[in-house]
């Protein structure tokens, strides 16, 4: 893994060095390409935050991040929620050689994270997203809101940073890079006006990453031991009989919390199943004879959910009760194509 310093940088000529060596962060932003599951069209354009960071962050390190989606077959309905997309730390370090630890902030966070962006790793924080402006106008120093980045570069005397967030490389400084780093907060004050910091992970390379054949080949091996994880029985039934209580929670407390509910939960569920679709299509593309059926389903969920989100909304909006019923039969129905088909071919 490599990261962009901003000290003894060299490049393939003079002209270009002193370019580099002028704003090292701009350079680096304006390098990274958004990885192609980031490009074009998509169903879901809001995804699955953690894993977006991720795909990112194996992106600019150079490596494949769709061999790490295996894990989605695993997702369940938690009477509430859909198990929220998360990268298995054990996935990463086989594929990738990457390991995550946690890091231990007994100083600032600003001097524990510069040691470890300095040895080249990626700095894992959970922030408030009020500081980031790669938030966009509607939300940057306006809402406050919890969201992880990957901060690889960080340049302590002109208030800098580079970071992965979301489907993307950023830059922010001044006032942001105090809010997201609080330099002046250390573990040595008064425990009276200590303050809480966050968890903090790094992200180090333990060995040589997987790629061609051997990496296709491990994710294949991941995809078993997923397929034994997943859920006894179909995730779509069961939210399908907690559905009209939850309408009725939707009525009583109007849109705002049915905003929350639709992004919390039909995206959650469509989001993932529109990254395993991915996921299916680059195995197939390995050589693995991944059925078509499958591939198609997990779109289907994809796409359906998003017209039960729209379908639902509009029926709220009136004041109607909407159970969306033509859209859990087709969701339904796709869920028995996709994960059962796969666990089949495996055992």
């Given amino acids: 893994m490599s990261a962009f310093h901003t000290s003894g940088v060299t490049g393939s ?28 069209e998509r169903i879901w354009r809001e ?7 991720w795909i990112e962050l194996l992106h600019g390190s150079g490596l494949e991040p769709r061999a790490a989606l295996a ?27 990457l390991q995550v ?26 922030v408030d997203a009020f500081f980031l402006p790669d938030m966009g106008a509607g939300a940057y120093r306006r809402e406050h809101a919890r969201t992880t980045i990957g901060i690889d570069v960080i340049d302590p005397d002109a208030r800098r940073l580079g970071y992965f967030h979301h489907t993307g490389y950023h830059l922010l400084n001044g006032d942001d890079y105090d809010g997201v780093l609080r330099p002046d907060a250390t573990h040595d004050q008064d425990r009276s006006a200590q303050p809480l910091f966050p968890h903090v992970e790094f992200v180090k390379r333990a060995r040589d990453p997987l ?87 997990a779109r289907r969920i994809a796409s359906e959910t998003m017209v039960m989100q729209c379908r639902l909304a509009r029926a709220l909006s009136h004041g109607r009760r909407e159970l969306c019923e033509a859209s859990f039969d087709v969701v339904e129905d796709a869920y028995e194509r996709v994960v059962p088909p796969l666990a089949n071919i495996v055992y």
């Fill in 101 to 126: 630890q946690e890091l231990a902030v007994f100083d600032s966070l600003e001097a524990r994270a510069l040691v470890q962006t300095r040895r080249a790793n990626i700095v894992l924080v959970e």
């Fill in 47 to 53: 995804g699955v935050a953690p894993v977006d960071l």
């Fill in 211 to 297: 790629s061609g054949t051997p990496l296709a080949e491990v994710s294949a091996d991941l995809l078993c031991a997923h397929l034994l994880r997943r859920p006894a029985h179909n995730p779509i039934t069961r939210w399908r009989e907690a559905f009209p209580e939850h309408v009725e929670t939707m009525i009583a407390r109007g849109e705002p919390y049915a905003r929350l509910y639709a992004f919390n939960v039909m995206r959650q569920l469509g989001a993932n199943f529109e990254l395993l679709a991915h996921y299916l299509q680059w195995m197939r593309e390995q050589g693995f004879d991944i059925p078509m059926q499958a591939h198609a389903g």
């Fill in 13 to 40: 000529g003079a002209g270009r060095s002193r370019v580099v060596s002028l704003d090292p962060l701009r350079m680096r932003a304006r390098r990274h390409h958004a990885h192609a599951l980031h490009r074009g």
């Fill in 71 to 97: 894990f989605t077959v695993t997702q369940d309905f938690e009477d509430d929620q859909f198990t929220l997309g998360k990268l298995p730390v054990e996935d990463i370090e086989k594929l990738y050689g």
